[in-house]
Each structure stands twice: as structure tokens, then as C-alpha cells.
């Protein structure tokens, strides 16, 4: 039986695991988290549509640059579920990872989010009032909650902190909007792109869902100056090189 095969008394468990990276940066370094001496490889499954390339670090870890937006990573993560059930081989789980933007004082740059809640902070309507979520306008869902055993020993093993990720379309660049979705948001940590988009293509394939996140800089103005992206990518390697571990012998069916 090979390491990523193990049988509890519910089933024959194998892990599979999907990462959705947003662009090839954060991708290259989840792969370089991995110790095997080959170097990550591409594999296309069957039904995987063009432009939608995995690689492949560790026999139960694909990581997919999915795109940049919500909208994007929705659809490539879709693509990847959907070819890997066709292949009769579907994920166990679906990581979203990369780099975000971090509130501050709570998640001070360089550091690490573990996301408890994933939530579309700009998905609904403005009014004379302020912002509706889409959840009061009577549609879908703004939040998926990934499961909390999951991000316990996610965040105790890697260090990280555990709050509310955002999902928005449109990068925070002044200190109001900062302000306000602070205050919509009191227990978000950070602010990124993709998560929602990842989450909502996981919920419809049943698939449980995790973000991990390395903070580059403040949420707030606009100063790429003070961004530090490489320090965020090395967090991000070295953050997932503690949590494949855990992410390799975590069983869902051992929480349902």
C-alpha cells in the first residue's frame, strides 16, 4: 500500500489533493514545499480543457495556477474537479493558496492565514444605505466555512492565524474602503482574490475546501513599495511544507 492509501473503517481513503494557486509564482513555490527529488511535473487527465495545466509535486498533491479573480479560479477549478471525477479518480480536497493582502495589526506581513470563513466581501448590491450582501437581495451564498478540525490542526501546525478571508473583485486601495469592509467584517484578517471562486467550484463537486494565505503587505493605500512579495512566497513555501503533512493524512470521513 503505497503512503497516500490508508483504510479506516469507513472506506478505503485515498488523497487527492487539489491546490489552486492564482498566478505560476505561487504555484512554483507550494510546489517547491515538497522535498521529492524530481521536480514538480505537468499532467493533463483526460477532459482537462486547454490552458488549464496541473502539476504535480507529490503523487496525491496537483497545483493548478487557476487565474486571477474569483471568476477565473471558479472556472479552472471546476475544470480540474470535473476531469479528475471523469478520470474516476475525484479530489478529497481543494486547497486555494497564494498571497493576500493582511488588516492590520492582526496579520502583519510575512505572517500566515489559516481561513475559518471564505467570504465574497463585494458580491451584492450598494445602496442609499450601504452595501447589501447578495444574501439579502435573496440569492447563493457569500461564505463557505471549511472545516474546523481541518483548520485547528492547519493553523497549529503551521503557526498561522485563523479568521475570515476575503474574496473582492477590486484590490483595496484606500484606507476608507479598508475601513469598511473592517467594519462589515470585524473578524476578517485578509484579503485576497480567488477563495470564494475556489470554494463555490468545490461546494458544487461536494468537496471540502481550505485557504491558506502569506500576507505581502497592509491592506489599505496603495504603496508597492512596501509590498514584500518574495518574503510572502517563502512564508507561503515554508507554510506548506508544514501543512502537506496534515493535509496527506486528513480524512473526511473521519469528521462527518
Do not use: C
Not at 501546525?157 to 467584517?185: D, E
Not at 470585524?186 to 494565505?213: I, K, Q
Not at 500576507?215 to 496603495?222: A, I, L
Request: proline letters at 8%; a negative charge; hydrophobic letters at 50%.
Amino acid at each position: 500500500m503505497t503512503s497516500d492509501t490508508r483504510v479506516d473503517t469507513h472506506a478505503t481513503h485515498v488523497t487527492r489533493i487539489l491546490v489552486a494557486t492564482a498566478v505560476p509564482a505561487e504555484r512554483d513555490a507550494v510546489a517547491r514545499a515538497f522535498t521529492a527529488p524530481d521536480p514538480a511535473h505537468e499532467v493533463r487527465p483526460p477532459g482537462l480543457p486547454a490552458g488549464v495545466t496541473l502539476h504535480r509535486p507529490d503523487p496525491a498533491f496537483d497545483v493548478l495556477a487557476a487565474g486571477v479573480g474569483p471568476a477565473l479560479a471558479a472556472a479552472s477549478v471546476s475544470a480540474a474537479l470535473t476531469a479528475a471525477a471523469l478520470e474516476g479518480a475525484p479530489y478529497t480536497l481543494v486547497v486555494s493558496a497564494g498571497i493576500a493582502g493582511g488588516f492590520a495589526p492582526d496579520a502583519p506581513v510575512g505572517s500566515l492565514v489559516v481561513a475559518d470563513e471564505i467570504t465574497a466581501a463585494d458580491l451584492g448590491a450598494e445602496t442609499a444605505d450601504g452595501f447589501l450582501p447578495v444574501t439579502e437581495l435573496g440569492f447563493g451564498a457569500v461564505t463557505h466555512r471549511p472545516p474546523e478540525s481541518l483548520v485547528r490542526e492547519a493553523a497549529a501546525v503551521t503557526g498561522a492565524r485563523t479568521g475570515a478571508v476575503l474574496t473582492v473583485s477590486t484590490v483595496t486601495g484606500t484606507a476608507a474602503r479598508a475601513a469598511a469592509l473592517r467594519a462589515r467584517h470585524p473578524r476578517a484578517l485578509a484579503e485576497a482574490m480567488e477563495g470564494f471562486g475556489v470554494a463555490e467550484a468545490a461546494a458544487l463537486h461536494g468537496t471540502p475546501v481550505l485557504e491558506l494565505r502569506a500576507v505581502s503587505n497592509p491592506v489599505g493605500p496603495r504603496d508597492r513599495a512596501a509590498w514584500r512579495v518574495a518574503d510572502a512566497l517563502k512564508a507561503l513555501e515554508t507554510g506548506f511544507g508544514k501543512l502537506a503533512p496534515v493535509l496527506n493524512r486528513w480524512n473526511p470521513y473521519d469528521h462527518q
